[in-house]
C-alpha cells in the first residue's frame, strides 16, 4: 500500500479521478479567497490607524511600514497614558490645595493669591500700589 503522505493536493488521486482534484480546488480557492479579505482588512485597519498618529501624515514622512505604524501607535499610547497620569496627579494636587484652603480660615480669594501663577500672586510680590 502507498504513502499519501508524499502526495500534493492538487495532484488527481489514481482512483478517485478529477472529482477529487476539483474539491481540492475548490477548497484552495475558498482558502485564498479568506486569506486574502484578511489581509484586505488588516491593510484597512492599518490606513485608519495611520490616519490617527500624529506627524505620519506629514509631507516629510514616507509611507512607513506596518511595523513602523504599529510601533508609533504604542508609543503614541503610552505617551498619552503618561500625560493622562500627570494631569491625574495635577488634578489631585489642586484638589488637596483646595481642601487646605476649605479646612483653614483662608478664604478662596487668598488661596487664589498664594498659587505662583495668579493675577493676584504677581500683584502680591509688587507691593501694595499707593
Known sequence: MAS???????????????????????????????????????????DDLRLVIPYVHSPSVHK???????????NYILMQAQALEEMRRLMAYLNQGQAISAGTSIPNSAAVALHPHSRCAESAQRGPSR
Request: charged share 30%.
Open 4 to 46: 499519501q503522505a508524499g502526495m500534493k493536493l492538487d495532484a488527481p488521486c489514481a482512483t478517485g479521478g478529477g472529482k477529487k482534484s476539483k474539491e481540492q480546488r475548490t477548497l484552495r480557492l475558498n482558502i485564498n479567497a479568506r486569506e486574502r479579505r484578511r489581509m484586505h482588512d488588516l491593510n484597512d485597519a492599518l
Open 64 to 74: 512607513l511600514s506596518k511595523m513602523a505604524i504599529l510601533l508609533l501607535a504604542k
